[in-house]
C-alpha cells in the first residue's frame, strides 16, 4: 500500500487516530461525571459507563484512556517533528502504551460482553 509507504504518513496516522481517541475517552469522562447519556450505536453504553468496571481505584477508566491517548498524541508528535533526531526508545515507548492499551481494551471489551452482557 503506497499510502503506508512513508514513515511520515504512519505518523500522521497516529496522530490521527491518537487524536481520535483522545476525543472519545474525554468524551466517555464526560458523561461519566456528568452522569449524562451517552450517545452511541452499538449496546447499552449507558449500562457500561455506570457499572463497577467503569472505575479503576475511584478513577474512571474513560480518564485513563483520555491520559494515555494523550500521552501517545504527544509522542506521535514528537516523533514526527522531532525527524531523524528523535530518541531511540520513542519508538519503542510507543509501542508499549499502544500495546498496552489494546490489552486493557480487549479486557473491558470482554467484561461488556461476558459480564455485563451489554450487547
Known amino acids: ?12 496516522l497516529s496522530i490521527v487516530l491518537s487524536a481520535i481517541g483522545l476525543a472519545d475517552s474525554l468524551y466517555l469522562w464526560w458523561t461519566k461525571v456528568a452522569q449524562a447519556h451517552i450517545v452511541c450505536g452499538v449496546g447499552d453504553c449507558d449500562l457500561v459507563n455506570a457499572s463497577p468496571y467503569s472505575s479503576l481505584l475511584g478513577v474512571p477508566v474513560a480518564a485513563l ?9 504527544v509522542a506521535a508528535l514528537w516523533a514526527l517533528a522531532a525527524r531523524d533526531d528523535a530518541p531511540e526508545w520513542l519508538t519503542n515507548a510507543r509501542l508499549v502504551m499502544a500495546s498496552g492499551g489494546l490489552f486493557f481494551a480487549a479486557y473491558l471489551t470482554g467484561i ?5 452482557h451489554a450487547y
Request: proline share 0%.
Open 1 to 12: 500500500m503506497k499510502l503506508f509507504a512513508s514513515l511520515r504518513n504512519l505518523q500522521i
Open 112 to 116: 461488556e460482553a461476558f459480564v455485563l
Open 65 to 73: 484512556g483520555a491520559a494515555g491517548y494523550g500521552a501517545l498524541l
